[in-house]
């Protein structure tokens, strides 16, 4: 398997041009085979499991707790489907005609590439002064729990795993390799636009860098575009997982409900309501709320 392409310049030198077509098939590969091999353990799992047991959480005690909790807002959820047709346009344009289905993509995939690069900007500004920014960042209590659910992946045990925050440690892992995946394309996306015309200006192949240096845009760029097919098709295969369905429903509505957030959040690590006066049991009352503390992101 070859990693890049290279091509002799005017001056018999020979310059990259881009990542090998291997890679792409590589990385369709690696994502279709983790789909299957997680089907195959998440099945096998179920069939020894015990049961879910109760979705009693002894820190939920002591919380007045809505019956329908905001997990996206708004301005999220829109941000979110924006960037999810943009990414798509993008890998479909990019990949489509390697494989032969040929049409006119440069344009299509440019302009894709300017709603994504407009979208993480956008999502960066609020994360940063609307948002708690650190909400997504993985701390030792994240560690813990990776390390309890990578050993009962790894082995037989069935170690009880600690509840999470907002965000669970494989959900902060994924955002944080699609960032950089993303970033990646997006950065070498841009400068790429100099070499093409666009309704910005003619193309100006020779502005910034020299035909070597163009090479090693193009490996990068590819390469950010190659790990993002298999972060789009985990991310996907996750999103249609009937346990998973919880998560995906509240990109759509917004909420989920009370017994989805104890069952899978520790209160205490993400605030919602108030905290009862001492002596009084968790009324659960009804009513939608938004999360204090942890706000989405």
Known sequence: MELWRKLANPWGQEVLIGISWDLMWTALAVGLGFVVLHSAWAYAKSNGAQGNGSLENPSSKGWNLPAN????????????????????VLLVTAFFPIVGVQFAWVEIHWIAGLVLAATIIYHIIHATFWQDFWAM??????????????SNILTSSEEEVAKAGKYPVDHKLFHHAASVAGVLAIVTGLLMMFRIDTWFGPADPDRFFSDAQWGVVYVLHGLGGVALITLV?????????????WITKSMFFGWITKDEYLEHHDPDRWVVGEKEPTGQGNSGGGGFVQAEGNRPT
């Open 69 to 88: 909790i905001l997990r996206h807002a708004m301005s999220e959820r829109v941000f979110h489907w924006i960037m999810s047709v943009a990414m798509i």
């Open 233 to 245: 098709i985990t991310h996907i295969y996750f999103a249609v997982r009937p346990d998973k369905w």
């Open 137 to 150: 960042w993985i701390d030792k209590d994240d560690l813990e729990a990776g390390k309890s659910e990578l």
